[in-house]
T-cell receptor, first 114, second 113 residues
């Protein structure tokens, strides 16, 4: 019954490692997003895909690479992890790319880099 | 750059009282303003939104007001209940085209029983 799911829920890793976070939505939406929420709860968009095409690409280090194999999935791969990458990463989806479409958020992945 | 300021950062109210959270945006082209509620350990969830052609919108105990001239918008929660305790985010965006949300910094609301 889950709408937007993310795996893993928690990720603890060391500096320099490479890790991936996976996201899946079963809502039939065309648009998916990755957000980063820092320790102060500040929520900032990183990427957005519409129908597998990248449409929003914020100023994010190129160590972060999103991949959308199909409309229902959006994964985030992070190379050479740094301490500052520690945050909660949220995946979201919406019916379309317009701002007025409600965004449905996943439960988040808490990434801790030591 | 574009930003959205949100106040207060924390707010404690007694159960049954009202709570007001205020936001100010910088992009004068913004015309869509959603509010999201984030409960502990969960992702944000849309609770109400307003477009710039409307000055006020109400949904049961929740209302949002917009002053486009002053670039202010506010969330009003009446008759607060313990389950209203959460972090609330305002956001601003342009309704047309592909445009991102600019989120406010969040308000942690605690409703004291």
């Amino acid at each position: 019954d889950t709408a937007v799911s993310q795996t893993p829920k928690y990720l603890v890793t060391q500096m320099g490692n490479d890790k991936s976070i996976k996201c899946e939505q079963n809502l039939g939406h065309d648009t998916m997003y990755w957000y980063k929420q820092d320790s102060k709860k500040f929520l900032k968009i990183m990427f957005s895909y519409n129908n597998k095409e990248l449409i929003i690409n914020e100023t994010v280090p190129n160590r972060f690479s999103p991949k959308s194999p199909d409309k229902a999935h959006l994964n985030l791969h992070i190379n050479s992890l740094e301490l500052g990458d520690s945050a909660v990463y949220f995946c979201a989806s919406s019916l379309g790319p317009g701002a007025t479409y409600e965004q449905y958020f996943g439960p988040g992945t808490r990434l801790t880099v030591t | 750059g574009e930003n959205v300021e949100q106040h207060p950062s924390t707010l404690s109210v007694q159960e049954g009282d009202s709570a007001v959270i205020k936001c100010t945006y910088s992009d004068s082209a913004s015309n869509y303003f959603p509010w999201y509620k984030q409960e502990l350990g969960k992702g944000p969830q849309l609770i109400i939104d307003i477009r710039s052609n409307v000055g006020e919108k109400k949904d049961q105990r929740i209302a949002v007001t917009l002053n486009k001239t002053a670039k202010h918008f506010s969330l009003h929660i009446t008759e607060t209940q313990p389950e209203d305790s959460a972090v609330y985010f305002c956001a601003a965006s342009r309704a047309s085209g592909t445009y991102k949300y600019i989120f406010g910094t969040g308000t942690r609301l605690k409703v004291l029983a």
